[in-house]
């Protein structure tokens, strides 16, 4: 069986856990939704990296960046997909015109490894 999620939104924000968890809390039934809807509404909050949803999913990277790559072509009716480029940690290089999702490995200008990720958001039109 493939695991899902279930989001409850609550005063403390939207809560996740395995289809396996109770489906009740507060006297209401959850509906059920898929990891990718998970994901979208994570980012419906705030701008993250592909780490920080991996983290708070409890899901590889690489998956996350499979699921993002969806969500930036369907962020879904009224809203858009934001991509908040790398920033190089030494220099403030920008990769505004990169469009893939992944890090990059270094700076082109000061050739430095150290750089900011993505972060990556859904919001509306
Ligand atoms: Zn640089």
Same mark, same amino acid.
């Given at each position: 069986?493939?695991?899902?999620?279930?989001?409850?939104?609550?005063? @403390?924000?939207?809560?996740?856990?395995?289809?396996?968890? &109770?489906?009740?809390?507060?006297?209401?039934?959850?509906?059920?939704?898929?990891?990718?809807?998970?994901?979208?509404?994570?980012?419906?909050? /705030? &701008? @993250? #990296?592909?780490?920080?949803?991996? /983290?708070? @999913?409890?899901? $590889?990277?690489?998956?996350?960046?499979?699921?993002?790559?969806?969500?930036?072509?369907?962020?879904?009716?009224?809203?858009?997909?934001?991509?908040?480029?790398?920033?190089?940690?030494?220099?403030?290089?920008?990769?505004?015109?990169?469009?893939?999702?992944?890090? $990059?490995?270094?700076?082109?200008?000061?050739?430095?490894? #150290?750089?900011?990720? $993505?972060?990556?958001?859904?919001?509306?039109?």
């Amino acid at each position: 069986m493939k695991l899902k999620f279930v989001a409850l939104e609550t005063e @403390l924000g939207i809560i996740y856990y395995h289809s396996g968890a &109770p489906r009740t809390t507060y006297g209401i039934t959850l509906p059920m939704i898929t990891m990718r809807q998970a994901i979208k509404e994570l980012l419906w909050e /705030q &701008p @993250l #990296s592909a780490l920080e949803i991996s /983290q708070r @999913l409890s899901l $590889p990277e690489k998956e996350v960046l499979d699921h993002l790559t969806h969500i930036a072509k369907s962020p879904g009716p009224g809203h858009q997909f934001r991509l908040t480029p790398a920033v190089c940690n030494h220099c403030g290089f920008s990769f505004k015109k990169r469009d893939r999702l992944t890090i $990059p490995s270094r700076c082109p200008v000061c050739r430095h490894e #150290s750089i900011r990720r $993505p972060r990556f958001a859904v919001v509306k039109k």
